[in-house]
């Protein structure tokens, strides 16, 4: 009865939000100058207001001028008073629930959570919630529990009585009733810290139900998901949840996980990827194809700054009105959780118009460009899904690190650290794929391997099964909200992850032919 009901309404509501979402593209610019005027209105008699004259802004230009760039260590100072108690700082009032999280760029860091930002979070999820209801039925959807796979919702109150958690504890305090009654693995485990024991738990839990969605990082969806076929044995997972039929995912790229994840469901799934940062929901895939949708009516007005520009004393700051196809932007957000321009840390390429649809490419400071290849995380993502398509091979994870000359070999060069799934029956190959790959995308690093001039061929070195979950555990960095950088520009993480590994003994290097290790 509940399902029934409850799944009328989830159509009936996709339907709706469908119509909305064409509306909103028609009227793009129009949608985001609007936004924010009336963010610049309501923060004018803050401090923030106050010191940067939003009195006298009156159009995007007027903003641009007066309110610079500033990344989270520009804003530390301000929100550590407010963290404090201090109200009215960056946003009217006081705030009440702050996200910490692991920072790539400036360490962990505590992001504000205000009344009208938890809305907005709240917008992305449900529009996620309604795009899958869109593609498998609302009733199927509800007909069963919902797993979704996150931190712990336990929050901790700080001695100035804000709460601070995972933005899963933060967003899980409000869920709709007919949505808590589905959600799984429900309050009691998902409260619980230890990673490792809320795992244990929530396998043994969903290995007696009958889901019909599952959300989360496809990282630790996998991990997940694996324990319970260990425990189903030949009894397999396609059979244990026959009506799971969506995946909402986002955090990495889906694409490594994808064929791995069907062969334990024994069937393909509807995907609904979603771009949900902590300090705010960026984007959803509205599409089957095409990337990701930028929502542009959940109260956040966006700039986005090509990236050779970022470091510059006066970027260009483009919005929706001009922003170019095909060029690497990086992120900028002004948000009603009092944010005002500020770097997000990622980068994104659009893909098309009329709707805004991008796709993520890594982040600010995550690439390789020791030896001037410049080589970023979307790059290196291809790389690999071409070396595991051509060797029928499958990767649990990867990251890449430059590989530093050395007393006789004056070139450097790339280290892949890969965790294999299933090990390419010739290793070789699978190192020249992801040269020929990296050299077909890349102009910059093409001409530094051209006749190993600049930098030899990439060596990949094969890291026991696990070792990236110990490094994770040894670093604090175990569960949902954390992941594996895909590339580095130094040595720091190669280095611990290999001191995590049981073991790694060199096959032996070919400097003009890709490389192997294990």
Known sequence: MIAGVGG???????????????????EAIAVQ????RRLVATARDTEFGLAHGFSRIRTVADYQSRVPLRDYLGFKPLWDAALAGATGVTWPGRTPMWVKTSGTTAGDKAIPVTHDA??????????????????????????????????????????????????SGVMMQKLPPVIRRRYSPGPAISQIEDWQTRISLMVSLVARQDLRLISGMPSWTLIVLERVARRRGAAGLGALWPSLRVFIHGGVSLAPYRRVLEELLARTLEYVEVYPASEAFVAVQTERTGGLTLMLDYGIFYEFVPLEDLDMARPRRHTVADVELDRSYAVVLT???GLWSYVLGDTVRFTARDPLRLVITGRVRHFVNAFGEN????????????????????????????RFPEPGEPRGGHEWLVEFRAA?????????????????LNTDYRTKRAG?????????????????????????????????????????????????SASTATLGDQPRAAAVSS
């Open 375 to 402: 080589v970023i995380v979307e790059e290196v993502e291809r790389a690999l899904l071409e070396a595991c398509r051509v060797t029928a091979s499958d990767v649990a994870e990867f990251t890449v690190a430059p």
């Open 452 to 500: 190993n001039l600049g930098m030899v061929a990439p060596v990949v070195r094969t890291v026991p099964a696990g070792a990236f979950h110990r490094w994770m555990a040894s670093a604090g960095k175990l569960g949902d909200q954390h992941k594996v950088p895909r590339v580095t520009n130094g040595r720091t993480l190669a280095e611990a992850l290999l001191a995590a």
């Open 118 to 167: 938890y809305r907005s979070h709240r917008r992305g999820g449900w529009d996620a919630l309604l795009l899958a209801a869109e593609r498998v039925g609302g009733e199927r959807l509800l007909g069963g529990p919902m797993l979704m796979l996150g931190g712990s919702t336990s929050l901790h109150t700080t001695t100035h009585g804000a709460r601070i958690g995972d933005l």
């Open 335 to 337: 948000s009603p959780a």
């Open 8 to 26: 009328s309404v989830l159509d009936w509501a996709a339907t709706r939000r469908r119509r909305r979402l064409e509306r909103v593209s028609r």
């Open 33 to 36: 100058e609007a936004t924010l």
């Open 424 to 440: 390419p029956a010739d290793p070789r190959r699978f190192a020249e794929a992801l040269d020929a790959t990296l050299q077909r």
